[in-house]
């Protein structure tokens, strides 16, 4: 598995129970009958609040989504703008980390040092920034910085808003 270690990783006995609990039980609704690969997740908003989503496919295969997605719709539904931790659950091989659509549709709501945990129905497996994750990447911020800064409160990435482009963005 390549690794991205650019972004600190979290450490995985700061492992947010909760968190991975609502991914696990996201999994067990998983509407996969055409792929039989079930996954969970769940997104932690800026009140602390836990959202959790499942993928759902249908008969026209590409017309399904990601748990992931899921989730943000949750959230997003709630009230929730803004993502401070997720984690995803599912049983492979290797790792079920987010898919790329999925890593761009967090980044909409989540800062670069925004942890993702990688876990199965009992273990974490891995813990990675999303900043590692979708390095170089393109967010809110780059379309409408006024708005972006507006919208999330000041005191850029450490408070859980947007990134603000940095050297190695601009490098
Ligand atoms: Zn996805």
């Known amino acids: 598995m390549s690794r991205n270690d650019e972004s600190p990783s979290p450490r995985a006995d700061e492992a947010?129970?909760?968190?991975?609990?609502?991914?696990r039980a996201a999994r067990a609704q998983?509407?996969?009958p055409y792929s039989r690969f079930a996954v969970g997740a769940a997104v932690q908003d800026e009140h602390g609040r836990i959202h959790g989503g499942c993928n759902v496919e249908n008969a026209a295969y590409p017309q399904g989504w990601c748990a992931?997605?899921?989730?943000?719709?949750?959230?997003?539904?709630?009230?929730g703008r803004r993502v401070t931790a997720v984690a995803v659950c599912g049983v492979s091989d290797q790792p079920v980390t987010p898919c790329g659509g999925c890593r761009q549709k967090l980044r909409e709501f989540a800062a670069d040092d925004c942890?993702?945990?990688?876990?199965?129905?009992e273990t974490v497996?891995?813990?990675?920034?999303?900043?590692?994750?979708?390095?170089f990447s393109f967010g809110p911020e780059v379309l409408a910085p006024k708005l972006a800064s507006a919208?999330?409160?000041?005191?850029?990435?450490?408070?859980?808003?947007?990134?603000?482009?940095?050297?190695?963005r601009e490098a």
């Open 16 to 23: 947010p129970g909760p968190l991975l609990a609502a991914a």
């Open 30 to 32: 998983a509407h996969a």
């Open 68 to 79: 992931e997605t899921s989730a943000l719709a949750a959230m997003v539904m709630a009230g």
């Open 115 to 121: 942890p993702i945990w990688i876990v199965d129905t």
């Open 125 to 135: 497996l891995g813990t990675h920034t999303l900043g590692a994750l979708l390095p």
């Open 151 to 168: 919208r999330y409160p000041p005191g850029g990435p450490s408070a859980g808003g947007p990134a603000e482009p940095d050297a190695r």
